[in-house]
């Protein structure tokens, strides 16, 4: 059996410091969206989504992927917004065995109402904090870690969208 490799003072400081983002950042997102739009972040992500696919419509493992989701976890928040009216399932007609989610007029109005209180408080939770290079490396950081957290690439997050 190996040795425990402890943490140094600097790791540690960075991984608390981390580990705070990590439990505060969700918090700040969804306690905005609710207020606004009756939404969670992730609500509002699987939303978004769907308004930038062409048409409106994704298959649901296309939409698990693009939010980072699975497709239990996407299933329950489909049922969710298909209740209030903003999404509707059916089966995809290229393959039946799949189900496509499509964006509904109410939901396009949704995210066109909800984006821009959204855009504003992710800026000021955690793009204007940062400065152009510190904004590259978080980046950087991200993308390093995805490489351990989705090794096989499956989300949309680990997929470079920038060069």
Not at 42 to 49: G, I, S
Not at 86 to 93: E, G
Request: proline share 6%; with cysteine.
């Amino acid at each position: 059996m190996s040795a425990t490799r402890w943490l140094s003072p600097e790791e540690r400081e960075a991984w608390i410091r981390f580990s705070a983002v990590l439990e505060l950042l969700p918090a700040a997102l969804d306690s905005q969206l609710s207020q606004d739009a009756g939404l969670t972040h992730f609500d509002y992500f699987a939303l978004a989504m769907l308004s930038e696919a062409p048409d409106h419509v994704l298959r649901a493992s296309a939409l698990a992927a693009r939010t980072n989701a699975t497709l239990p976890r996407l299933s329950k928040v489909i049922g969710r917004l298909e209740t209030r009216g903003l999404v509707n399932r059916y089966p995809c007609p290229e393959d039946k065995r799949a189900t496509n989610v499509a964006l509904t007029k109410s939901g396009w109005q949704k995210v066109v109402a909800t984006a821009p209180g959204h855009v504003e408080n992710v800026r000021a939770m955690v793009i204007d904090a940062l400065t152009p290079e510190q904004l590259k490396q978080l980046s950087a950081i991200s993308a390093s870690l995805l490489t351990r957290l989705d090794p096989a690439g499956k989300m949309l997050a680990s997929v470079p969208q920038h060069e």
